[in-house]
Nanobody
């Protein structure tokens, strides 16, 4: 049974940084496509960053150059390093997993319907 548990969210001022973590169990992050998604109140869920089993990563245009997705195989954990945060980054952030080795394109990694398992989310609030 796959479980994903996010942590690391919080409240920061604009320009600040946060690192989100997603601890996985039941399957390995190394052999999965992994993604970070977010949803703000009244808005649809959107892809933020994703990484395939070959290490290829993809980012939404709105976060390129500010956010970095990474994995720790020993800890079986996915991370999202977020720098230069803006008020528009305020949202609930979700970790997602699609087990099985895949090499996919940028659009695939940012598409929520491609992912089978989801965490419960962690709130990020950025104040101006």
């Amino acid at each position: 049974q796959v479980q994903l548990v996010e942590s690391g969210g919080g409240s920061v001022q604009a320009g600040g940084s946060l690192r989100l973590s997603c601890a996985a169990s039941g399957y390995t992050v190394s052999n999965s496509c992994m993604g970070w998604f977010r949803q703000a109140p009244g808005k649809e869920r959107e892809g933020v960053a994703g990484i395939d089993t070959n290490g290829h990563s993809s980012y939404a245009d709105s976060v390129k150059g500010r956010f970095t997705i990474s994995r720790d195989y020993a800890q079986n954990t996915l991370y999202l390093e977020m720098n230069s945060l803006k008020p528009e980054d305020t949202a609930m952030y979700y970790c997602a997993m699609r087990p099985g080795a895949r090499i996919v394109d940028d659009a695939w990694l940012l598409t929520s319907s491609k992912f089978a398992f989801w965490g419960q989310g962690t709130q990020v609030t950025v104040s101006s």
